[in-house]
T-cell receptor, first 113, second 115 residues
Framework: DAGITQSPRHKVTETGTPVTLRCHQT?????MYWYRQDPGHGLRLIHY???????DKGEVSDGYSVSRSKTEDFLLTLESATSSQTSVYFC????????????FGPGTRLTVT | AQTVTQSQPEMSVQEAETVTLSCTYD???????LFWYKQPPSRQMILVIR??????QNATENRFSVNFQKAAKSFSLKISDSQLGDAAMYFC????????????FGAGTILRVKS
């Protein structure tokens, strides 16, 4: 299995509070991604990174920010959590070639009350 | 923007039988890649099979094969000799070569395997 960990694995937070999810890899892959999974929508891309300090938006980026100061870590921040951000969040990594597999982390279940 | 549609929210198959999961996509690109991922109850995402659009030959991986119809923009997954361990959510995904190698997923199909 690819070395990807996510922390925390579960979190319950209140509306309006900031939340940071961490993705850590030991594979030295260039690309890192954050997705959210919701029923009826599959996985949708929030943000991705193609190198240290290089990030770009995905299709559902509103309300989220990211940072990547080291190759191995990719942080997802909800500045002020809302109930619509209750979801399962997946981190993924890839070497970056189009046919390369994206390896996924175990996911973080976030509940915003 | 590309879209991926999985029209079957749920499918059932008898153990040892064959089942086909449907996937269609919309794109204006001529070069792209397609994937099927499996998500068992553990929530782990597992790559099942991948296909390069410029290759005419359908990809196969053991009991898993695809029927890729480029003109129809269709990419179905066939599972032969279904096993109880095949029960999972299956996602079809599209990857463009131009946009950061991002994946666009369909909504998923839940596959139930009956013994």
């Amino acid at each position: 299995d690819a070395g990807i960990t996510q922390s925390p694995r579960h979190k319950v937070t209140e509306t309006g509070t900031p939340v940071t999810l961490r993705c850590h890899q030991t594979e030295n892959h260039r690309y890192m991604y954050w997705y959210r999974q919701d029923p009826g929508h599959g996985l949708r891309l929030i943000h991705y990174s193609y190198g240290v300090k290089d990030t770009d938006k995905g299709e559902v980026s509103d309300g989220y920010s990211v940072s990547r100061s080291k190759t191995e870590d990719f942080l997802l921040t909800l500045e002020s959590a809302t109930s619509s951000q209750t979801s399962v969040y997946f981190c993924a990594i890839s070497e970056g070639q189009p046919l390369d597999e994206q390896y996924f982390g175990p996911g973080t279940r976030l509940t915003v009350t | 923007a590309q879209t991926v549609t999985q029209s079957q929210p749920e499918m059932s198959v008898q153990e040892a039988e064959t089942v086909t999961l449907s996937c269609t996509y919309d794109t204006s690109e001529s070069d792209y890649y397609l994937f099927w991922y499996k998500q068992p109850p553990s929530r782990q995402m597992i790559l099942v099979i991948r296909q390069e659009a410029y290759k005419q030959q359908n990809a196969t991986e053991n009991r898993f094969s695809v029927n890729f119809q480029k003109a129809a923009k269709s990419f179905s997954l066939k599972i032969s000799d279904s096993q109880l361990g095949d029960a999972a959510m299956y996602f079809c995904a599209y990857r463009s070569v131009e946009y950061g190698n991002k994946l666009v997923f369909g909504a998923g199909t839940i596959l139930r395997v009956k013994s």
